[in-house]
């Protein structure tokens, strides 16, 4: 324990003596996670979109005028057979008169002479996965009493793609920026060794051990790590609280923000870890390659 | 006891050393002499395992250094201590971190470190020094920090590389006096240099190396030693 504050001792000394190497893996580090965490961060908000659709009747069937309580019966039956069905809700004339008054009560003038018998009845449809909608659309169509039927293809598809490619490009972008912070510290940590040379010199000659000589620098780099996780999980917070207005006005009915304070907790906790791995891993092999102890 | 049996050490095709048979008491005070490039320094090297022996044994009291392992060398360090002309002191500690910081190295609780770099400072006379920084030295302060640094684990050997080859005749005399004043306390002390008016001023044994090999090996009497260490 005496031995290891001595070595965090020595580490944290030789960081503050030379502050601009520091800066140089902090920086490079920081741009990796703040980079990380946006894509993580994005790719939850693309989840909670998705999840915002799943939530929601993917495929509505308009009913003729005069369908019966049966023939409404008999097409749940034929749905529930297939056993991909989340729940079936029908939508009286009356109620869809609702919904739609309520959706536009901000605009009186589309709302004053619509009648319930203007409005068709309908049957709301969520399917347990989104992906059988457009088989379960179809299987609506078939029936003789529905006249129409709108589901959510298109927006669903494109949102299903975006989400993969922003996952893709995260994760190649997230490799790539890995890649770099370990060649950085790899070659800022190596610069500290050579600067070191006549202490690591005549720490060997009065008896130090490799891990005595090597272990600050292995701490270094962890420290650039966790220095750098926890700067830029602050800087997402700030920028999510930033740009939360913006978000609210666009895309408010997704409820992506505010996000909960939890997220960010773990965003921490996996950066940290991430972060002590990439500065020790590189440290180590700078180590490696240029400490000869 | 240091025992040299049959080493030989060669960098490529240049023999440094050659068939070198030698045997040091524990507490002799041994000078070794001779022109630069005659295999002085790599003598000392050997001995603390910087370098390896090309063939023969170096015995250590009953180890042979050459064979032990890589991760036993920082503890045969501990019991050697080791001087140069250069001091090799960290600029950026004080005298008394410089001194402390082998006892730092070996974990030792921090009064006890206080306590043991005091003492060895007061021996070399630099108590008054503690809280000065290198640059803040003379010369033969900082051959004395650095003589302090290599006593502080108390080691029985002592392995000085031209200690006062930067020194002014005055410093050159107190390093000296220290040596001499270690090698009372019972150090075995092995000392290189080029400075003959050194090597006249105590009572020693004086190993001279030519080209690789022993040239000469003048022992002097213990109690002769003493009759002239006192005079000076």
């Not at chain 2, 240099?193 to 022993?214: V, W």
Request: aromatic content about 8%; glycine content about 6%.
């Amino acid at each position: 324990m005496r031995t290891l504050l001595r070595l965090l001792s020595t580490t944290f000394k030789r960081i503050r003596r030379n502050p601009y190497n520091a800066s140089g893996a902090v920086a490079v580090m920081f741009l990796t996670f703040f980079v990380g965490g946006s894509f993580i961060l994005i790719s939850l908000a693309s989840n909670k979109i998705l999840s915002y659709y799943e939530s929601k009747p993917q495929v509505i069937a308009f009913l003729k005028d005069g369908t019966t309580q049966e023939q409404i019966d008999s097409i749940k039956t034929d749905l529930e057979k297939t056993d991909k069905i989340e729940s079936i809700e029908f939508v009286s004339k009356e109620q869809a008169l609702e919904i739609y008054k309520e959706r536009n009560q901000s605009r009186p003038e589309l709302t004053e002479f619509v009648t319930a018998d203007i409005l068709p009845a309908s049957l709301e449809v969520s399917t347990r996965a989104l992906e059988d909608q457009t088989e379960i659309a179809k299987l609506v169509a078939a029936q003789p009493q529905v006249e129409d039927v709108a589901f959510l293809q298109e927006v669903v598809e494109n949102l299903t793609k975006w989400t993969k490619t922003i996952r893709y490009v995260g994760i190649s972008v997230i490799t790539f920026l890995i890649l770099t912070s370990i060649f950085v510290t790899l070659v800022v940590i190596g610069l500290n060794i050579s600067l070191h040379k006549e202490e690591i010199e005549i720490m060997k000659l009065v008896g130090a051990t490799e891990r005595y000589i090597r272990t600050p620098f292995l701490f270094e780099g962890a420290f650039y790590g966790l220095l750098s996780a926890l700067i830029s999980t602050l800087a997402a917070y700030a920028a999510v609280v930033w740009l939360s207005p913006f978000v609210n006005r666009y895309l408010g009915e997704f409820s992506i923000v505010p996000v909960n304070p939890v997220v960010f907790v773990y965003l921490l906790g996996a950066e940290a870890l991430v972060g002590i791995f990439v500065g020790s891993f590189g440290s180590y092999v700078a180590t490696r390659k240029y400490l000869k102890v | 006891m240091i025992t040299f049996d049959e080493v030989s050490k060669q960098y490529n095709l240049t023999s440094a050393l050659s068939d070198i048979n030698l045997e040091i008491e524990d507490g002799e005070f041994v000078f070794l002499i001779g022109p630069s490039g005659a295999g002085k320094s790599t003598l000392l090297k050997l001995l603390i395992r910087e370098e390896l022996p090309t063939a023969g044994r170096i015995l250590v009291g009953e180890r042979d250094i050459a064979s032990i392992p890589e991760s036993q060398v920082p503890h045969l360090r501990r019991t050697i201590g080791t001087i140069f002309q250069d001091f090799k002191l960290l600029p950026q500690r004080t005298v008394f971190e410089n001194v402390a910081f082998p006892l730092e190295i070996i974990g030792l609780p921090d009064e006890e470190i206080q306590r043991t770099t005091m003492e060895t400072l007061k021996l070399v006379s630099l108590d008054e020094r503690a809280e000065h920084f290198p640059w803040q030295l003379s010369g033969g302060e900082a051959q004395r920090t650095a003589i302090a640094r290599s006593m502080v684990q108390r080691p029985d050997i002592l392995l000085a590389d031209e200690p006062t080859g930067n020194l002014d005749p005055q410093s050159a005399w107190e390093v000296m006096q220290i040596l001499a004043k270690l090698n009372k306390l019972g150090a075995t002390i092995l000392m290189a240099t080029h400075n003959f008016d050194i090597t006249n001023s105590l009572p020693h044994r004086m190993l001279e190396i030519r080209e690789g090999k022993i040239a000469k090996d003048t022992k002097v009497k213990k109690e002769t030693k003493e009759v002239k260490g006192a005079k000076k």
